[in-house]
């Protein structure tokens, strides 16, 4: 049977910055969520980190599936980002212990700019990032295979793996914003913000190592 989808305000040229302000609003509160678990959390074991991170991919789903109540999925999308900075907060303690805290603020640092500066260029240029969804789809799905790989094989060295990461998800970043700057009626503010946020966790793990490693060999 037809189902309607859920009616949220009609995107255009005109109020895509409005529609831009609060996914970045929704989306930096959730990394000062994020950033505060990690923190409080940063003394629990790998196990713990990986169950939350469990946790979140659950959560995704339910998001997705409360799209026809944005209230919701913005309480689901912060309890995610809770449980994302549990998720990391081993890591993140990993480097900290090795390099210090400057790794982690260099990190997110350069994260916070570089998603400013892929923005700008979304909404200066006209090019729409979301023809190149089919490469970055297949980027990714070779990145996770690499990945999987490499965990058990050891063949790719940590930082090329983590400047192929940044490459595929800047791609995916651009994509993104290319999504808000054309967003469709039932593209809510919540279900943009998810994306970036994704985007950007996953750039910040990928300077995390490339920093980690210069740090290292200084």
């Given at each position: 049977m037809y189902q309607q989808r859920p009616r949220y305000p009609q995107t255009s040229a005109a109020n895509a910055p409005s529609l831009l302000g609060q996914v970045l609003g929704i989306t930096a509160v959730g990394f000062l969520i994020t950033a505060a678990a990690s923190y409080f959390f940063r003394d629990v074991p790998y196990g713990v980190g990986l169950g939350a991170s469990l946790g979140g991919l659950l959560l995704l789903f339910a998001?997705?599936?409360?799209?026809?109540?944005?209230?919701?999925?913005?309480?689901?999308?912060?309890?995610?980002?809770?449980?994302?900075?549990?998720?990391?907060?081993?890591?993140?303690?990993?480097?900290?212990?090795?390099?210090?805290?400057?790794?982690?603020?260099?990190?997110?640092?350069?994260?916070?700019?570089?998603?400013?500066?892929?923005?700008?260029?979304?909404?200066?240029?006209?090019?729409?990032?979301?023809?190149?969804?089919?490469?970055?789809?297949?980027?990714?799905?070779?990145?996770?295979?690499?990945?999987?790989?490499?965990?058990?094989?050891?063949?790719?060295?940590?930082?090329?793996?983590?400047?192929?990461?940044?490459?595929?998800?800047?791609?995916?970043?651009?994509?993104?914003?290319?999504?808000?700057?054309?967003?469709?009626?039932?593209?809510?503010p919540v279900q943009l913000a998810v994306a970036i946020y994704l985007d950007a966790i996953n750039i910040f793990l990928a300077f995390l190592q490339i920093f980690g490693n210069r740090n290292s060999r200084d």
């Open positions: 998001i997705n599936g409360a799209r026809a109540n944005p209230a919701v999925g913005l309480l689901l999308f912060y309890a995610f980002t809770f449980l994302e900075g549990i998720g990391i907060a081993p890591v993140i303690a990993r480097y900290v212990a090795l390099d210090g805290n400057g790794v982690v603020v260099d990190a997110a640092s350069t994260t916070g700019m570089g998603m400013l500066i892929l923005a700008a260029i979304s909404f200066t240029f006209g090019i729409d990032w979301r023809r190149f969804s089919g490469i970055a789809f297949g980027a990714l799905l070779a990145l996770i295979i690499v990945g999987l790989i490499g965990a058990f094989t050891h063949f790719l060295q940590p930082g090329v793996y983590a400047w192929l990461t940044l490459a595929v998800f800047t791609l995916l970043t651009l994509i993104d914003f290319s999504r808000i700057r054309g967003a469709q009626p039932w593209d809510s």
